[in-house]
């Protein structure tokens, strides 16, 4: 009995390695990588462009009519991205829909920010800095303490790993004193120095409420934001910007994405799908982009197969969306095939940045791959043990490859 | 009878447990020296930053990723490639006991010598970073070493079953099976970065099963 | 039990090479066998099958009543094995494997072992490794002495051994035998020594097994006759019968045969061989073996 177990063991090993290598090697020898198109949105003629590769400088400029452009000709229809180029070749319009175009008015009235789904809850060490933001230098100056916030908050000095007993207790009392509810839960801020002021941390409590806190002129100032709290908050990413429209930006646990507003921190929320539900924003599988511009702003939600951009006019009112789509993963002909092959995948690939171990069954595929293993396994290797059979029934090929390897000793 | 075994073992691995515990002291004691360094050139502050967006405390010392896949390969060649030269296996296997309890018992307390290895270097490292670092710092680095532990233990055991096993060509095929199954161990590059652990625990735990399945290869007079 | 070692129908296969056909044998209690075989016939497979290191295709191989694959601890505690090169934990001093198996056997019997090793004059932290193939011998046996076993298994006792330590290893051993009634089979290159030492050999030939008697039996029963005619070349055969073997070497003809002289003679008569009379030549157990397995 202990040999059968043994035995079964050591397929099983097989399974697991076949599953985790088999199928990548496959795709890396058969996949072909997919030309996908990129959307964007002419504010000059107020239509949806796009350019597709054809690998090796083979490029097609284009709007969704149909016309074909050529690439300074499609520069042209791009300012907003263009300008530096536009500028050089003597090309940048002198206004557009009333603005400005200088080089300077355009970058001073443009933001672009942009959530990946590693960005969202990566594996980092929960230490953070404080910077101070009404420091006497042009930059912003890097702090030579660290501090901690989660039962309570606490300063490190790194020097000696010690906690700054003055520092921290001052601040516990301004978090105290506005109402903070300790343990904290979240904690976020644009922790770098490379940005034009610093806005502090965001912080959710222990009752959900949001905090802003900060440090000016070496005093914490700490806000209740007033943000409702039935907000199912998820992440906060903090972007400031000169244009001093929005803090940064919320995602809840229902997709949804609200600008944290300089207007006493009022909520906006932005569009994260347009007409076809099918290519709603999903925060662990897409990417989402929220490119500002001097006349309008562009929402661009990507994923596996597809690049939605949604356009926004100043006051927020969507006019106009389009999806372009390509063939998604699971429907090119190298995964297709692979999914008759094999009954399932094992990876550790995880796009929030993890190493996670885990399953991707093809079921209806993958059952076809099961029959011909079975078929396989009764055909040409008769007399086995009858639970050989209940492997490659599970395992597919992997477990044809385990018992026809590892022989059965009786 | 299992004290016997144990000797045994002991006899075969006691100068490898003396070699390694040295190395691991060694180790430990130039990661103090590291750090020290670091700290004094970098700066205390810019030193903890490095650590915390760099992960360079976990790209300075390799050794914890080395050392348990040195000591559990050290370990099993040490233990078995005597055995199974010259097939003196033979003599273990005549020994009244059954082959089953000889097997789990020769690779377990191999196994146990390798984790009072493992257990003394995390402690060791843990000693070391808490001197510098906060506790979220050595928490991560901590949580890092698991995988790495993994690895070590999956080596001393598939070595092991390779070993025992007396079919080359099975042999080979076990080889790459145990690469894969190494390598899943080591596909982090920073901080506590894997999730479910608990299913590599788990492969890592049938792992000694396959031992005895060699034994039963053996016992059988496979070529 | 009435028999320590008993084999039915046992048949072997190296992947299509059948090595073993249906080979029956029984082992009675206290005595020592030889066994031989020319390479090939099967006698190394026989030996891993005792050994319990290879499990037959067909057929069982009981020792001391249990299958020799599937021997319980119990069982293997009164099984003595000497392996082919004197296997030895070769990484232990001579204290140490000493220790290490004494807890094992119940009935340890430490003075055999330390008799021995006294003998030897080596330190008791010599280690096997450093070890001639001569001493290390000694160790083995004295391991298995010390083991008191029931049953003692020697596989080519005799490889690499200088003609002392051979000497040397069967006076001890017969010493050891015959003093507790212990059942041994043994296997040597060296054919002399199973002569000296043996009561019973057992003979492998091709696949089977060609006979097994008391080697006193043997040397009376089985003869080799000489005569000389040119003209009969090829004409007498070996059968089952008569005739076990024939050698012709110009016009000297050998012949071997468990029959006495007058029958042999009366069987060359039907043959249309008229002689009157046979040398018959004396031979050794080498001599034996090969008249009755043939040079070739």
Known sequence: MLNKISRYTIILLMVIVSALYLPDFFSMLFDKKENTPRLSYSSVIDEFVYTKYYGMGQIDYMDIKGNNYSEREYYKLLPFMHYANLEKWGELPLTLKGFEMTSKNIRQNSQMVRIQPKDIDPPTVPLNIMFEAEGDYASLQIPDDIFRISNTIEFLDPASNSVLEEKSHKFQEAMLAAGFTFPAKLAAANQTNRKPFDEGYFIKDATNKIFHLKMIKDEPVCVNTGIDTKLKVRQIFISENMRKEFYGWILTEDNDLYLITYDDYKLRQIPTGGNNAKYDYVANEMTIRFYIYPVDKHINISGDGFSQLIILNNDFKKIA?????????????????????????????????YVKLQMDIFWWHGLIGIAVSLLALLLFSRKRPWFDYVVVLFTGVFGLIGVLLIKPED | ??????????????????????????????????????????????????????????????????????????????????????????????LPISEKKLLISSAGFGYMFLLAEIVFLFFGLWMVISMTYPTEIVTKVLMS??????????????????????????????????YGLIELNFRASTYDQYQNLWALILIVAVMPLTVMFAGHRFRRGTK | MEHVIECKNLTHYYGDKLVLNDLNLKVEKGRIFGILGKNGMGKTTTINILMGFLRPTSGQCLVLGEESHKLSPLTRQKIGLLHEGHLAYDFMTIKQVENFYARFFPNWKADYYWDLMGKLGLKDNHKIKNMSCGQRSQVVLGLIFAQDPE???????????????????????????????????????????????????IIMGYQKLLLKMPLTTLKKDFHRFEFRNA???????????????VEYYNDKITLYSFKSEADVIKHLKTLGITIEKLTEIPMSLEEAFIGLTGKY
Request: aromatic share 14%; net charge neutral; proline share 4%.
């Open chain 1, 321 to 353: 969306e389009h999806v372009e789509t390509w063939t998604p993963y699971d429907k090119r002909p190298a995964p297709i095939v692979k999914s008759f092959l094999f009954p399932f995948e094992l990876s550790t690939y995880d796009p929030m940045q």
């Open chain 2, 1 to 94: 009878m299992l004290k016997a075994i144990l000797y045994k073992e002991w006899i075969k691995l006691r100068w490898a447990v003396i070699v390694i515990a040295a190395l691991t002291v060694l180790s430990l004691a130039y990661t103090i020296g590291m750090i020290n360094y670091y700290v004094e050139f970098q700066g205390a502050f810019q030193n903890w930053m490095y650590v915390i967006g760099k992960s360079l405390l976990l790209k300075n010392i390799v050794f914890v990723k080395v050392l348990p896949l040195i000591t559990g390969l050290a370990f099993a060649l040490i233990q078995f490639v005597p055995e199974m030269t010259n097939k003196r296996m033979r003599l273990s296997y005549h």
């Open chain 2, 145 to 178: 070493t698991i995988p790495w532990f993994l690895g070590g233990s999956a080596i001393y055991f598939m070595t092991a079953f390779i070993i025992l096993e007396p079919s080359w060509i099975y042999r080979i095929i076990y080889a790459v099976i145990s």
């Open chain 3, 151 to 201: 049953l003692l298994i020697l596989d080519d006792y005799s490889m690499g051994l200088d003609p002392g330590y051979r000497a040397l290893f069967i006076d001890y051993l017969q010493e050891y035998v015959r003093e507790k009634n212990k059942t041994v089979f043994l296997t040597s290159h060296i054919i002399q020594d199973v002569e000296k030492v043996a009561d019973d050999t």
């Open chain 3, 231 to 245: 003209n009969v070349n090829g004409v007498i055969k070996a059968d089952d019968n008569t005739i076990t073997n």
